[in-house]
């Protein structure tokens, strides 16, 4: 699933960025391929990796190693020399892959055409296979129209699974819905389907087995969700009593404006978190800029996270003052508030929607201190300009 956010991430520095111009933009990098454009469409001829992203996005000729394609309609009638990795809203595989195929759009398909050396793993709304797969497939989606020759296993979850006149399954046949279907002994012989109720317990369970490649990560379970929440919490009581122990005249300096004035600085982290987002496009635009898209992706991760545990520090800080706190406490009382304060907030999390609106709202506020600061450092805080001279007009 690595493969998919970079396909994502991807897909959202380039499209966001060329959006607005028809021209397709083009860069050969080591060996390698990028391309993007609102509307692409590309004969490659390339030796190496390439990635491709836009609104409509059709390639041909060859790829020599893996393809990487993400956009809002997707058609690869290129031959893949290696893996094809494609995103987007209609998916459409009409060449071979050489090894491994994976895809994921609200509409995917493989034509007759395509021919999958390796193992296949789709993911959908609709998901139909017509062309061929020489490993193993797995298919999840709404519904799974299987059409094609399965030389391997094939692992088909979805409450609607329906078999075509030309599906095969040599290996062994896999299924899960709601209820059991009959699988025609075309497709395959009855001691080689196995059949199991659709449950999300079973669901989350499967994917380690269905899942081989170590790409795919196994959903968590409850325990490690827990454990990470708490993973996390300790870290960032870690960072806060950091901050608080070696530079605490720093935090109060950037805590001030959300205790000043918090509406205004709610609206300045909008504007804010608002830049950090757009130099993604604009870097990514220029295309010699590509390179520095992931560092720009790290400084947002990086000031989410300062903004959100600033946000719940001046939110415990303000609490201190509601209950008639002294002025001035320790720096062991404000880590102790901040520690409580982690604890509730992250926890309001698990609430759906008001929680995360909650934390959302904490996100801006702290990401407003952050930028506030940033702004009077660099333009200067003169404070209110009145003119000594002005008086009064007599009418």
């Not at 009409?94 to 793993?121: H, I, K, M």
């Not at 959302?360 to 404070?383: A, D, M, S």
């Amino acid at each position: 699933m690595f493969r998919i956010q970079m396909i994502s991430t991807f897909a959202a520095a380039l499209f966001a960025g060329t959006a607005t111009f028809a021209d397709v933009a083009s860069n050969s990098h080591g060996g390698d391929e990028y391309i993007a454009g609102t509307g692409v469409n590309e004969t490659l001829r390339a030796g190496r990796d390439v990635f491709a992203a836009g609104n409509s996005v059709t390639l041909k000729g060859t790829s020599g190693a893996d393809a990487h394609v993400a956009g809002f309609d997707v058609d690869v009638e290129s031959a893949v020399g290696a893996d094809l990795y494609a995103a987007g809203g209609a998916v459409t595989v009409r060449g071979a892959v050489a090894e491994d195929l994976t895809a994921a759009g609200f509409t995917v398909r493989t034509s007759q055409s395509s021919v999958t050396g390796g193992n296949a793993r789709l993911f959908g709304g609709t998901v139909t296979i017509d062309g061929s797969v020489d490993g193993a497939l797995t298919a999840m989606g709404g519904e799974v129209i299987l059409n094609a020759r399965i030389a391997g296993d094939a692992w088909l979850v979805s409450d609607a699974i329906r078999f075509g006149p030309d599906a095969v399954v040599l290996g062994q046949l896999r299924y899960s819905s709601e209820a059991a279907i009959d699988v025609p002994a075309s497709v395959a012989s009855e001691d080689r389907v196995q059949f199991s109720p659709l449950s999300k317990f079973d669901v989350m369970s499967g994917f380690h087995d269905g899942w081989s490649q170590p790409e795919f990560p196994v959903l968590p379970s409850f325990i490690s969700v827990f454990s990470g929440f708490l993973i996390t919490l300790l870290l960032m009581i870690v960072v806060g009593a950091i901050f608080l122990t070696f530079i605490p005249k720093q935090v109060e300096r950037v805590r001030a404006p959300i205790a000043a004035s918090p509406g205004r600085t709610f609206l300045v982290g909008i504007i804010g978190l608002a830049m950090l987002f757009g130099l993604v496009p604009i870097t990514a635009l220029t295309i010699i800029g590509l390179p520095l898209v992931p560092i720009i992706i790290l400084a947002i991760i990086l000031a989410w996270s300062l903004g959100y545990l600033l946000g719940i520090y001046a939110v415990a800080i303000k609490t201190l003052d509601s209950f008639g706190s002294q002025v001035d406490p320790s720096n062991l009382v404000r880590l102790l508030a901040l520690a409580a304060a982690i604890v509730v907030i992250t926890a309001l999390n698990f609430i759906p929607f008001v929680g995360w609106v909650i934390n959302y709202t904490i996100v801006l506020l702290g990401l407003g201190g952050i930028t506030t600061v940033l702004f009077n450092r660099i333009l200067g805080n003169p404070g209110l300009a009145r003119d000594v001279d002005m008086k009064p007009i007599n009418k």
